[in-house]
């Protein structure tokens, strides 16, 4: 079978021809990056702490600023109970926690205020789950859309690196 160009991927009429239908969604290409422990760059930034449930209405109030797709790109629903966030006052800018790939290896899932966006506040949340995560002795992935741009730029300000790129392909249910 010959190998498929991955800018034809996205392509309907390559999907089709490979799959037999069309596609029903197509996600990606997809960032997949790694992190070694000694090529970790940390940020340190007072203002994020270990999130408690007395934040869950600055929680609330994030969530209510960003759109559904922007909550549901973040993928916090998917981490687990570690997450830090960043306090511009009384206010929640960035979440981080982590979801984890079982069996030794966890990512960082991210979301920022809208309104407080291009400034740090991401980077600064997600190198303290990722600090977290390395102390307790985890394999460090990343993943996130290519041209999400602002996230690949986090990913590589930490020390991540790209090691693949992916696609997903949904198809229909017969």
């Known amino acids: 079978m010959p190998l498929i160009a991955t800018d034809r991927l996205p392509d309907t009429a390559v999907l089709r021809d490979l799959f037999g239908v069309d596609p029903v969604r197509v996600i990606g290409p997809a960032y997949q990056g790694s992190l070694m422990p000694e090529a970790f760059r940390p940020l340190r930034d007072d203002n994020v702490r270990r999130l408690r449930a007395s934040d869950d209405p600055a929680m609330?109030?994030?969530?209510?600023?960003?759109?559904?797709?922007?909550?549901?790109?973040?993928?916090?629903?998917?981490?687990?109970?570690i997450r830090f966030g960043r306090f511009e006052g009384a206010r929640l800018v960035a979440v981080a926690g982590l979801r984890d790939w079982p069996p030794?290896?966890?990512g960082p899932c991210v979301v920022s205020?809208?309104?407080?966006?291009?400034?740090?506040?991401?980077?600064?949340?997600?190198?303290?789950?990722?600090?977290?995560?390395?102390?307790?002795?985890?394999?460090?992935?990343?993943?996130?859309?290519?041209?999400?741009?602002?996230?690949?730029?986090?990913?590589?300000?930490l020390g991540f690196e790209q090691y693949a790129s992916h696609i997903a392909v949904r198809l229909p249910e017969f």
């Open 113 to 157: 205020h809208p309104g407080h966006r291009g400034r740090g506040h991401a980077a600064a949340v997600v190198s303290a789950v990722v600090s977290h995560a390395l102390g307790a002795g985890k394999i460090m992935l990343y993943q996130t859309l290519l041209d999400n741009a602002a996230s690949v730029a986090v990913a590589t300000r």
């Open 60 to 81: 609330n109030e994030l969530r209510a600023a960003c759109s559904e797709q922007e909550w549901q790109d973040g993928a916090l629903s998917a981490a687990g109970e």
């Open 104 to 106: 030794d290896a966890t």
